[in-house]
């Protein structure tokens, strides 16, 4: 197969966004679009947040706060720290300069214009030149399943700290939610998928479960990059989210999920080195790489590797 000339890169939050800033160094805006999943997003304080779009618009920036591993870099909590000392909601930490994202945001939404119109204008003032799309305009959030109840995601995952066992989740909004057309149109001559090494539950899921998606991509050559990593996450919650489903927390288990829920989604599956000696459990084309992206150059790394290994597929 040819190395794809056009890609769209599925992308969850900040693992995600690693390996999409790696291939936004090596394509351009004509061969690269993000679909970034809403189902995290929240109206909070008033404000409308769309955290893993702001994962990745910070990733693309190169203004992401790497201490905390989210956020924008540079922050203060003037704003925060004082709504906390008013007796006013403190648990989700928003800084000075990431609050003024959240008003500009929540203000052009409230004059009509549309998450993907206030993303693209938002992701313009920060310099960004690839389109950031969120999967759908329409509102998709994610419930958690978990022995405290159900939860928004959020509340699950910033206020309960992830703490609560996990027993499944679902999508509110999601049968009722339209494939934003931009993603459609990009689909349309776009030969080659990327799905980033995001959770596959709460961030791949809510994207590629949109009403007309897996139709529109049926045709086009689809890999996925491992997010768990030698029976650990890079990032955030899925191996502990995997063992209370009572699935293996291994590279191998996250491609028979895809394989299992999403038969012929994927057409290649890419895996850390350090899993090497699982290559032969995974029934699908599947290569293992550096995959744990330190540096900027280990991003670019990674990225080059998962378009060459396109050419290695032969369906
Ligand atoms: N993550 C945290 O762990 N704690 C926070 O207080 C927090 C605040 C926050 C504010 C804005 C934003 O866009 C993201 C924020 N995140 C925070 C990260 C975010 O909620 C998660 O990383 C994603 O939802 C998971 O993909």
New binding site residues.
Partial sequence: MPRPQKILAIT???GGAKLALGLSKILNSEQLMFAVNVG?DFTHLGLH?S??I??LTYALAEENNQELG??RSGETWQFIDTLGSLGGEDW???GDK?MALHTRRSQLLGQGTSLTDATAELTRRMGIEHTVAPVSDDPIRTVVQSDRGELAF?HY??RERCAPAVSGFYFDGMQNATLNPVITAWLADCDGIIICPSNPFV?VAPVIEVPGFLEATAHIPTIAVSPIVAGAAIK?PAAKMMQELNIPATAVAVAEHYQYHYPGLLDGFVIDVSDGESLDAIALPSVAIQSVMKSLEDRIALAERCLAFFEELTT
């Fill in positions: 969850g939050g900040v995290d947040i955290p893993d702001d994962s989210w956020g989700f930490r928003l990431d959020q995952f910033v961030s955030g």
